[in-house]
């Protein structure tokens, strides 16, 4: 089982930026490949990035390439997530996830924080 536990949501200026956190506990290994999603209100979640534990490799949404950074901290089991140049249309709540499933292991959650741009 992992506990994700997000923080650093609030709100923005258009513009402005945040750094959001995901601290992950239990049994969690380097196979996981650790991401960022986001729901807005009255749309579907959607991927906004990814990382694999073991070897750095990243993934971006289009709609954040340039903007976002995804980075981790392995010895502290956390990832965070850096946002520039933050827009309205980024509103949502962003979720963390660890995905293990090809490894054999589990597909978990954290409880999600809101960002709010305002214009």
């Known amino acids: 089982q992992v506990q994700l536990v997000e923080s650093g949501g609030g709100l923005v200026q258009a513009g402005g930026s945040l750094r959001l956190s995901c601290a992950a506990s239990?049994?969690?290994?380097?196979?996981?490949?650790v991401g960022w999603f986001r729901q807005a209100l009255g749309k579907e979640r959607e991927f906004v990035t990814g990382i694999m534990w073991s070897g750095e490799r990243t993934n971006y949404a289009d709609s954040v390439k340039g903007r976002f950074t995804i980075s981790r901290d392995a010895p502290k089991k956390t990832v965070y997530l850096q946002m520039n140049s933050l827009k309205p249309e980024d509103t949502a709540v962003y979720y963390c996830?660890?995905?293990?499933?090809?490894?054999?292991?589990?597909?978990?959650w954290g409880q999600g924080t809101q960002v709010t741009v305002s214009s």
């Open positions: 996830n660890a995905d293990g499933r090809w490894a054999g292991y589990g597909n978990y």
């Open positions: 239990g049994r969690f290994f380097s196979s996981y490949a």
